[in-house]
């Protein structure tokens, strides 16, 4: 079946250590998206990549980093950087470029510091 | 600044008992509305997208309605399984990039 997975479902963090959170995707899609998602807000965006080798950073960039090594996977590494991490991280991929478009996510990944 | 409210923030409702759900939007040129279902501790799921005003979508018991303002999520008849957040986004002309809203999570009581 075609769709996105994130793995781990629930990570744990320490004080002052860096983690990275898989996202893989086998839709062919070439825009991948990071979001982060609080209670009582709207989904706000970390990176996104349209292209391979090619990212830009989204409204929350700090912190945070990325790579697109390869269409089918969009790793996100939460650094030590990042003062506030404990939410929850969605991936997306779209067919199109474009935010104008149908978004699919994946199941996500619960991010808690310890 | 480009917005995207939605309301209520959550909205109890008998089964069967009918009820809309509204997403009201500040953008600069809307290119797409879009609303999304997500279950708890799940990503969201693509429901509807709509380009222009006066456009309507229906899927079984929803139907998404588009104004030059807002948008509105209606739901017929609701089922228990019909229970989750919904969420709606907005895309605009100056840089396609979506804006979320909150969400509304709806619970529907047997």
């Known amino acids: 079946d075609g769709g996105i997975t994130q793995s781990p479902k629930y990570l744990f963090r320490k004080e002052g250590q860096n983690v990275t959170l898989s996202c893989e995707q086998n839709l062919n899609h070439d825009a991948m998206y990071w979001y982060r998602q609080d209670p009582g807000q709207g989904l706000r965006l970390i990176y996104y990549s349209q292209i391979v080798n090619d990212f830009q950073k989204g409204d929350i960039a700090e912190g945070y980093s990325v790579s697109r090594e390869k269409k089918e996977s969009f790793p996100l590494t939460v650094t030590s950087a990042q003062k506030n991490p404990t939410a929850f991280y969605l991936c997306?991929?779209?067919?199109?470029?474009?935010?104008?478009?149908?978004?699919?996510f994946g199941q996500g990944t619960r991010l808690t510091v310890v | 600044e480009d917005q995207v409210t939605q309301s209520p923030e959550a909205l109890r409702l008998q089964e069967g008992e009918s009820s809309s759900l509204n997403c009201s939007y500040t953008?600069?040129?809307?290119?797409?509305l879009f609303w999304y279902r997500q279950d708890p501790g799940k990503g969201p799921e693509f429901l509807f997208t709509l380009y222009s005003a006066g456009e309507e979508k229906e899927k079984e018991r929803l139907k998404a309605t588009l104004t030059k303002k807002e948008s509105f999520l209606h739901i017929t008849a609701p089922k228990p399984e019909d229970s989750a957040t919904y969420l709606c986004?907005?895309?605009?002309?100056?840089?396609?990039?979506?804006?979320w809203g909150a969400g509304t999570k709806l619970i529907i009581k047997p």
């Open positions: 986004a907005a895309t605009m002309d100056s840089n396609y990039q979506l804006i």
């Open positions: 997306a991929s779209s067919r199109h470029k474009s935010m104008n478009t149908e978004a699919f």
């Open positions: 953008v600069s040129g809307l290119r797409g």
